[in-house]
């Protein structure tokens, strides 16, 4: 029986595709994370063996765990900009350092390291679509610590490729924007303190101004989270080897919308629930600056489109979901927490 180490399992990756394992598989699960609120529901299973802590504490769990286990997920990260803006050490501590003696457990022990890489290390490249084997890595200045969580992240891909060079049995993979019920808490009002998708969602609950940074002209390629897990599962399988050594964008480039025409659609689609209606009528959208929004330390990229052919023929795998129905999914998921969202600004 496969075993696989998920270190963040209760996070949105990690919940989601615990969930997908135990429905799917006769593999076992083994997660860490510091909290269960996502995965209470799947604590009973047999299968899935759990442990509450902190992978920058329990050190000696986590080597024995990377030994005893197939397959090591490393799902642990800071992965909003305000805190890149706000406290850029923290990212680097927890993204970087804390995860590096993971990376070099899996190396020492021979195991199929599955690494969370992220769409943001292309920084602000200027390709039509970002390669992962032939576009540049482009980032700002050092007086914008927007681009730590990138560049922790980029020298941490840069690791593992060396590990492999020396025998390490990895795959990389780059999310582009997976979006879906669990990515963040609507009960989070703080600004910046979610991603966009659940902040806006969280805004058209309570009622609240909507603003676009810097215009909202921005666009991202938005991938369903169910989308991003068949790809995962590709991966953790790995028929043939195929996915060792390789790194994969898991994104769909037909959903690529700018975040003003994300607003409209969620506030469009928020009229037809009875649930969200009333405060979708109050909602106002509003421009803001970047700076005004995260701080002075932040930049933005423009475009962000995945190139997936090797994706799609290496895994045999393509995205499926639509942005329309991608919203709809994450409108239903939450339609019983509107009540209490909507209480904290009452």
């Known amino acids: 029986m496969t075993k696989i180490l998920i270190l963040g399992v209760n996070g949105f990756i990690g919940h989601h595709l615990s969930k997908r394992i135990l429905e799917t598989t006769d593999w076992e699960v083994y997660g860490m994370d510091m909290s269960t ?17 902190d992978i920058t504490v329990n050190k000696e769990w986590v080597e024995y765990h990377v030994k005893k286990c197939d397959v090591v997920l490393p799902l642990v990260a800071i992965a909003t900009p305000s805190t890149y803006v706000q406290q850029p050490l923290k990212v680097f501590e927890l993204d970087f350092e804390a995860n590096l003696p993971i990376v070099r457990s899996a190396a020492k022990y021979k195991k199929h390291l599955v690494f969370p890489s992220t769409s943001e290390v292309y920084g602000m490249c200027h390709d039509d679509e970002f390669d992962p084997e032939n576009s540049e890595l482009v ?3 050092i007086n914008k610590p927007r681009w730590i969580y990138a560049c922790s992240k980029q020298l941490m891909d840069r690791v593992i490729w060396g590990y492999g060079m020396e025998g390490l049995n990895f795959t990389l993979f780059r999310p582009f924007n997976w979006v879906g019920a669990g990515l963040d808490s609507i009960h989070t009002p703080k600004e910046g303190s979610s991603r966009v998708l659940t902040q806006f969602f969280g805004h058209i609950v309570r009622g609240e101004t909507i603003k676009l940074v810097d215009g909202g002209m921005q666009k991202r390629a938005f991938t369903y989270i169910d989308d991003g897990i068949n790809a995962l599962m590709k991966i953790i399988e ?11 964008n898991i994104g769909n480039p037909a959903n690529n919308y700018s975040i003003r025409e994300l607003a409209h659609m969620m506030l469009e689609l928020a009229t037809e629930y009875p649930e969200y209606g009333t405060g979708a009528a109050k909602v106002e959208i509003v421009e803001t600056t970047s700076g005004a929004y995260y701080g002075a330390g932040y930049q933005d990229v423009q475009n962000r489109v995945p190139k997936i052919e090797n994706t799609k023929q290496d895994l045999d ?5 639509s942005m329309p129905d991608a919203l709809r999914h994450i409108f239903d998921a939450y339609r019983g927490q509107v009540a209490s969202a909507r209480a904290l600004m009452e």
């Open 37 to 53: 609120d996502r995965i209470g529901d799947l604590l009973g299973h047999p299968r899935m063996n759990f442990f509450e802590g």
């Open 139 to 141: 980032y700002g200045p």
């Open 238 to 248: 790995n028929k043939g080897g195929k996915a060792s050594g390789q790194i994969y």
């Open 317 to 321: 795998w393509a995205p499926t979901t």
